[in-house]
């Protein structure tokens, strides 16, 4: 009986913590904000459902995050096999150095790119001293300008995600399939990347709903031309003190994200199934 309880008793200060750090603030946000009644979120909710403005933020919103998720997906996983499988004595430093970024500040980052991208950015530079172009091209508060910075942002969360997966997969499954006459793009098709599944699914989960719910890249890189359900949530907040609004915007984002684990949770168990 002491054995069954004292797990329970060693979660019950973090489940505490969780509970009033996290779970009341956002209820609080989401239903009880100030000066306002739960019956108004829903009145302004139902109003952004309709207008065609906050209806275009909310599909950037989801058109940025699931790019950048994609993208994610497509190049952090190769990545974090060649780091799973390497034999290479250098595969600790490699693997420090791919998730480096995650160690710096997203703003440092994002400011990081506002010096690259500018027009007076080292990419414009370079196109004009090559005669290219005769003008640097506008990169910033594009939608490309975000969907870069996010990327760069959670390409190492996907990375260090997916290379915990792939390295839960035993290797010798590898030399098994090649010895059966596989070749080793049809190993990798067939054996690793299904098995890493659950692993790509959580990274891709992670990476849309950290896409969904950024705000200093989008705010950043995106300008007020390129809105995003983030920024319009602190113009809401701050801006205009629409707290309707506010909650309401929030309540969207939560929504999506929730979606978004509901269907990752269901294709990872159709994958541990097949």
């Known amino acids: 009986m002491r054995g069954r309880l004292t797990p329970t008793l060693l979660l019950l200060p973090g489940l505490a913590f969780l509970l009033v750090g996290f779970l009341v603030p956002s209820v609080a946000m989401l239903l009880a904000p100030p000066r306002t009644q739960t019956s108004d979120i829903f009145v302004r909710l139902g109003q952004m459902l309709v207008d065609p403005y906050e209806l275009a933020i909310i599909g950037r919103t989801l058109l940025l995050a699931v790019i950048v998720t994609v993208v994610c997906v497509v190049f952090g996983f190769p990545i974090a096999f060649l780091l799973a499988r390497t034999g290479s004595r ?29 027009s007076n950015g080292a990419i414009g530079q370079l196109l004009t001293g090559l005669g290219l172009i005769d003008k640097a091209p506008q990169l910033l508060y594009t939608p490309f300008a975000v969907v870069l910075g996010l990327t760069q942002l959670f390409l ?29 793009t049809r190993t990798f098709w067939d054996v690793v990347l299904p098995l890493s599944l659950p692993g790509i699914v959580v990274a891709a989960t992670l990476v849309f709903a950290g896409s969904v719910t950024a705000y200093t890249t989008p705010y ?14 602190f113009n809401y907040a701050s801006v205009t003190l629409d707290w309707a609004g506010a909650s309401a915007t929030a309540l969207i984002m939560t929504v999506l994200v929730f979606a978004a684990s509901a269907v990752s949770s269901a294709i990872g168990r159709k994958g541990a199934t097949s």
């Open 220 to 233: 950043l890189l995106g300008g007020s031309a390129n809105r995003v359900l983030s920024t319009q949530l």
């Open 90 to 118: 250098w595969s600790g430093v490699l693997l420090a150095l791919a998730i480096f970024p995650l160690l710096l500040s997203n703003v440092v980052r994002t400011f990081g790119w506002l010096v690259v991208l500018g």
């Open 156 to 184: 190492p969360l996907a990375i260090i995600t997916c290379y915990s997966a792939v390295s839960q997969v035993d290797a010798g499954l590898d030399d098994a399939a090649r010895g059966l006459g596989a070749s080793k």
